[in-house]
């Protein structure tokens, strides 16, 4: 059961890094296509400037819940790798704990706030703010999920690795 579970995982992995991929080249052709209006047309046009930002935003939040993982997150090293393998499950219980009471929290506020932007649409494309800024709802949650596993993991896991700074890595 935990092979297909992997499989599933690493399908759904894959498939968040697609579209955090498309988010990208639409942003990137946006962007190419503003300079080329701008500067080579000497039309300036303000739509692309929305899709830009949009894209920057979804992607950001997008690839922060789906795409990173928790190894590639950014953490004080020095503090993670100068501890023994015990007060690194420690640390990570209760960064885990600090973490979920911050998002679970805010979670019924951050609803109602994105829920409330239904009042207001982007100037050029008329995108309502509450679809605009759903994704860090999606965000907020996929983050809760997370450290409830890393919280899981931490407690009844086994014991975190020795940590190596010569194999500390962007992820890549």
Do not use: H
């Amino acid at each position: 059961m935990p092979t297909r579970f992997a499989k599933i995982g690493g399908w759904l992995r894959r498939r968040a890094e697609n579209v955090a991929a498309l988010m990208l080249a639409v942003m990137f052709l946006a962007f190419m296509a503003q300079i080329v209006f701008r500067y080579v047309l000497n039309l300036p046009i303000g739509w692309t400037s929305e899709v830009t930002l949009i894209m920057w935003l979804w992607l950001v939040l997008w690839g922060a819940a789906f795409v990173v993982t928790e190894r590639e997150e950014i953490r004080f090293d020095i503090v993670y790798g100068a501890v023994s393998s015990k007060a690194r499950r420690i640390l990570a219980v209760v960064f885990s704990l600090a973490l979920l009471a911050i998002y679970t929290f805010s979670l019924p506020a951050v609803v109602d706030y994105v829920t409330f932007m239904k009042v207001q649409s982007t100037a050029y494309l008329k995108i309502r703010f509450d679809a605009l800024f759903s994704i860090y709802v999606i965000f907020a949650v996929a983050i809760i999920l997370r450290y409830l596993w890393i919280l899981w993991a931490a407690i009844t896991g086994p014991e975190p690795e020795d940590f190596d700074p010569t194999k500390a890595s962007s992820g890549v």
